[in-house]
Nanobody, 124 residues
Framework: QVHLAESGGGLVQAGGSLRLSCVLSGHIFASYSMYWFRQAPGKGREIVAG????????WYTDSVKGRFTISRDNAKNTVYLQMNSLKPEDTAVYYC?????????????????WGQGTQVTVSS
């Protein structure tokens, strides 16, 4: 059974940085494209970033380009989201997701597995 566990969230001041981690267990990590999503209070879920199985291709939503970096370490079964220059509007619960479909797919669709989320709060 595949399990995703996020960590690294917390409270940070605007302009600060955080690095989120998500560990996949129960299957071969390199078999999955990986994604980060977020959901702010009162808002819908938003896709933030995606990375292909090899890490060769990455995608970001416009609001985080140049500030966030998604990466993965297949030897550690882990995907990361480095978040720099954080803004109060980045405040949300951040979720990682795994999908067996090759490539990066950002249109509304189902992803195979989800983590439980980690809270990121950016104070002004």
């Amino acid at each position: 059974q595949v399990h995703l566990a996020e960590s690294g969230g917390g409270l940070v001041q605007a302009g600060g940085s955080l690095r989120l981690s998500c560990v996949l267990s129960g299957h071969i990590f390199a078999s999955y494209s990986m994604y980060w999503f977020r959901q702010a209070p009162g808002k819908g879920r938003e896709i933030v970033a995606g990375i292909t199985r090899s890490g060769g291709n990455r995608w970001y939503t416009d609001s985080v380009k140049g500030r966030f970096t998604i990466s993965r370490d297949n030897a550690k079964n882990t995907v990361y989201l480095q978040m720099n220059s954080l803004k109060p509007e980045d405040t949300a619960v951040y979720y990682c997701a795994a999908d067996r479909t090759p490539g990066i797919h950002t249109a509304s669709r189902s992803y195979d597995y989800w983590g439980q989320g980690t809270q990121v709060t950016v104070s002004s």
